[in-house]
């Protein structure tokens, strides 16, 4: 399950609030935190530990089904889809979003590209444990 010390939105980033949730799902999708056949929590749960309206997570959730990322069990819950999509299109496109996230904060912090890159590698290693622990 999703936990706010860990699942975290920013009102002052400015991408909507529904699109942070769609994304960090995806993200934790990606590197196995959240597993297939996972189940996530309910809108209403969601919503009062994030503080946010109930549509907008709705909205994210609807698109992350839509997406094949997760799925609707009705009257039981929503999971994480037994096989997420692997669409490379999708991946890489969420990817480049990241990525120029990552590299405006770095520049607008006045970090230089061999510092963000030590950054951002430490990032990923600091995530293979988890991956590799769920194979």
Do not use: C
Not at 25 to 53: H, M, T, Y
Not at 109 to 124: I, K, N
């Amino acid at each position: 399950m999703l936990r706010n010390q860990t699942f975290r939105i920013d009102p002052r980033d400015p991408r909507p609030i529904w699109r942070q949730i769609e994304e960090l799902i995806q993200l934790r999708v990606a590197v196995q935190l959240l597993a297939p056949g996972s189940r996530v929590p309910s809108v209403r749960d969601l919503a009062k530990e994030l503080r946010v309206n109930p549509a907008t997570v709705a909205k994210a959730y609807r698109r992350l089904t839509a997406a094949g990322v997760l799925h609707v069990a009705r009257g039981d819950g929503t999971y994480v889809a037994e096989r997420p999509p692997l669409d490379a299109k999708a991946r890489d496109r969420l990817l480049q979003e990241a990525a120029q996230r990552f590299a405006s904060v770095a520049v607008s912090l006045g970090v230089d590209l061999e510092s963000g890159r030590r950054q951002l590698e430490e990032a990923w290693r600091s995530l293979q444990p988890a991956r590799r622990d769920r194979e």
